[in-house]
């Protein structure tokens, strides 16, 4: 883990950006509304884990308590398939897509299939805890706003997005289906996470957290709430604050750069899991392990 | 027969091509009002529906302040708002 030192941060996203985002992608500016207002925060001192937990880090758990994660209760994974969304028989963290193990192989990829319940089991047994969103959010881009992690400019080979396998800029939904159509039909439901660290050092944050921006979408202990109770937003975010939904950070690696911002913010059911969320765990208290 | 009126995330109205904010028809179940839904707007049934016809694991159907997920759930006499959104919203 490494320490993430207290300190003041700008949490959200200017709006000078948002109007940049707007301009240069698909999604009118309303969807964005929920990063603002931009607002100062004092974080308090804290250790995060450097990169998300991995599917090695994962199975010394599951070893110890024989612990089940909903997925495997369930019987089945969502996948995003050939046109959208499907339930994949079979597919959890263990065994992410048929015939594809997890362990041996991908040990070192982040953990996916794992829902909110999931992942703070996990935290609670390794000691630690889930990361609130606003520690989140400062651990990946440092008291100075920026909207990656290494800096204000975009750069796919520095963070694992859709991007990163296309090899050419997707800014609207037309390109990215075009390059997922192709994508699925070779790769399936096989998830393309890389190996935790592999966009270190030039990718990472300030305080030199890999995978903060990409890789897989990460679970934060946050419910999903206005930034400004007081700010219209769209219909859809307002049920989401209703109904519970928890906070999601980071972007995973089928996702636009716009999603892997710093100041993205994904609101989630805390039931659902799927092959491109994972997490990382924060802890209070200097841990004992420094991985 | 009762009015259901529909809540959904605006990013629909573009999927749809069609405004969506204030929409509503007149239901005697959940899952009536989703069929008109779908049947109207028919980009929105894989967003709504699994294979099987069930509410999908990916979507969150709210009547009123409570979560739906059989969709033979009565609509009230009185009507009701029928909220509608994705399990993962943003980006």
Known sequence: ???????????????????????????????????????????????????????????????????????????????????????????????????????????????????????????????????????????AHGPDWSPWPWGAQWNPALANTAEYWAGNAIRDTDRWRAWWTRWFAFRGPLPATTPAGSHSPDGDSPFGLADMAGNVAEWTASPYAAYDPGRACDAGFETAMRHGYRVVRGG?????????????????????SCFDIGFRCAADTPPDDKD | VNEVR??????????????????????ATVGQALTWLTQRYPVLAQRIFADDGTIAPWTLVCLGNERVSDTGTPVPALGGELRVIAALMGG
């Open chain 1, 1 to 139: 883990m490494i320490l993430v030192p207290a300190g003041p941060a700008m949490i959200g996203s200017p709006e000078a950006h948002l109007d940049q985002v707007t301009a240069e992608q698909h999604h009118a500016r309303a969807w964005f509304e929920d990063e603002t207002p931009q607002h100062a925060r004092q974080i308090q001192a804290f250790w995060m884990d450097r990169t998300p937990v991995t599917n090695a880090m994962f199975a010394e758990f599951t070893e110890a308590t024989g612990y089940l994660t909903a997925a495997e209760r369930r019987g089945f994974g969502l996948v995003y398939g050939a046109r959208y969304w499907v339930r994949q028989p079979g597919a959890c963290w263990r065994e992410p897509a048929p015939d594809t193990g997890a362990l041996p192989g991908r040990d070192q990829h982040p953990v996916v299939h794992v829902d909110h319940a999931d992942a703070a089991a996990y935290a609670a047994w390794a000691g630690k805890r889930l990361p609130a969103e606003d520690e989140w959010e400062y651990a």
């Open chain 1, 252 to 272: 995973s690696w089928k996702h636009f750069r716009y999603q892997a911002r710093t100041s993205e913010r994904i609101a989630c059911l805390p039931e659902y």
């Open chain 2, 6 to 27: 529909f809540v959904l995330p605006g990013s629909w109205s573009a999927l749809a091509g069609s405004d969506l904010s204030g929409i509503a028809c007149t239901a």
